[in-house]
């Protein structure tokens, strides 16, 4: 991932390449198209260390895709998952887009416009490919499941967020639809969400010069209340209530996030204990075998000269049982002081009720014979 982002960051874009004649960026993506192209318009060449990472995506790709070969082979149906569909993608992907598809290619290091767009999905990918990893790890995971299921309350909502951003979007439309931000109807609905973050432009679209045409205000005693009822559902409403919603059962998020995060890890072990099953085979035993009274010849050799090592582990074996059973004798002497404890307190109770039971003129030898006799 780290060696991909290098390589697409270090590799200029077909569309934006230096031209050093003109001092200017031009669009060389045309010439990547040509047949039988030479390239030699364009006085770009490729970076010797950007040769040797391109070999080295392949590499690592080619590797990771074998594991994921691996991982269907023995996982079966239980691999077809979200995140291992992403990881094949981005793996496949990073393969296509440092490969060399032209001469041209080779020469410049340029890549392709739909190799480009491609690895723009891929690197995207990628590192939320790494943020679906870090969801097992103990410190950070419980955060990222948070995320999650908050994003999984917001698309519950989501309709709701989409019936406003259209209806304003299409109010926008009719009355601005002179203005480029709002001169179709999907530029209108992209306009509008970003004009609920923040971004409202009040001055540009309300006191723009009236003499120019795609600055000119049309409609203004419609555009005001309907810019002022926007500020107030949008920005105001609906914003703190996409908060609310992620704030408000935040405990228990925290809950769940903690469960779930716990079953990912167990998964996540066990999916590596049955990709070894030959391992496990081998470092497993069903069952050991022991020989009472057997010395080895290590211990006959230094008994004979004199180096007795056998009383020295029984040694170490009688304190390493001391150790272990102070906890068993600190317990037992805490039990103990309780039950001393307790029979101060019956002994107590026993003297009040005798002078409970004088004081009433009651003889307890009676009172007690009488219990025994019933």
């Known amino acids: 991932m780290v060696l991909f982002t290098l390589f697409i960051t270090y590799t200029p874009a077909p569309f934006n390449v230096y031209d050093a004649d003109k001092d200017i960026m031009v669009d060389f993506s ?19 260390w950007l040769i040797e990472i391109k070999w080295a995506v392949i590499g690592l790709a080619i590797a990771q895709l074998l594991k994921e070969l691996f991982q269907m082979f023995t996982r079966r149906l239980r691999y077809i998952s979200l995140d291992n569909a992403i990881e094949c993608f981005v793996y496949s992907s990073a ?7 032209s001469p041209c290619s080779e020469k410049t290091g340029l890549r392709m416009n739909w190799q480009w767009y491609l690895a723009a999905v891929c690197a995207f990918l990628s590192w939320m490919n790494l943020l679906l990893l870090i969801r097992k790890l103990p410190r950070f995971g419980i955060y990222v499941v948070m995320f999650f299921d908050i994003l ?7 309709i709701i967020f989409v019936l406003f951003v259209v209806a304003f979007s299409i109010a926008f439309f009719v009355i601005m639809q002179n203005r480029p931000e709002f001169s179709t109807v999907s530029s209108a609905v992209l306009k509008t969400t970003v004009m609920m973050i923040g971004e ?21 005693e419609l555009a005001y209340p309907l810019f002022s009822f926007f500020c ?13 919603l992620a704030v408000d059962d935040i ?3 925290q809950d769940k996030a903690e469960l779930k995060r716990l079953s990912m890890q167990v998964d996540l072990v066990l999916q590596v204990e049955a990709s070894m099953p030959y391992i ?18 290590w211990k006959k050799l230094s008994t004979r000269f004199g180096f007795n090592y056998t009383e020295k582990e029984e040694d170490l074996d009688t304190v390493d049982k001391n150790l272990s059973l102070e906890p068993m004798f600190e317990q037992l002497h805490q039990l103990q002081k309780n039950i001393d404890n307790l029979y101060e307190r019956q002994v107590r109770t026993e003297a009040m009720v005798r002078k409970v039971l004088e004081h009433n003129k009651i003889d307890y030898e009676e009172v007690d014979s009488d219990k025994s006799a019933r």
């Open 200 to 220: 409202l432009e009040f001055t540009a679209i309300f006191h723009g010069d009236m003499h120019v045409h795609p600055e000119r205000l049309f409609g203004p």
């Open 232 to 244: 107030v559902i949008m920005t105001i409403l609906l914003m703190n209530l996409l908060v609310g």
């Open 95 to 101: 393969i296509i887009v440092v490969s060399d598809i």
């Open 152 to 158: 999984r309350t917001f698309s519950r909502f989501f």
């Open 30 to 48: 045309a010439y990547l198209y040509a047949k039988n192209a030479t390239c030699e318009e364009v006085k770009l060449v490729r970076k010797n």
């Open 280 to 297: 496990r085979k081998l470092t497993t035993r069903s069952h050991y075998s022991t020989q009472s009274g057997l010395v080895s010849w």
């Open 251 to 253: 405990k228990s998020v």
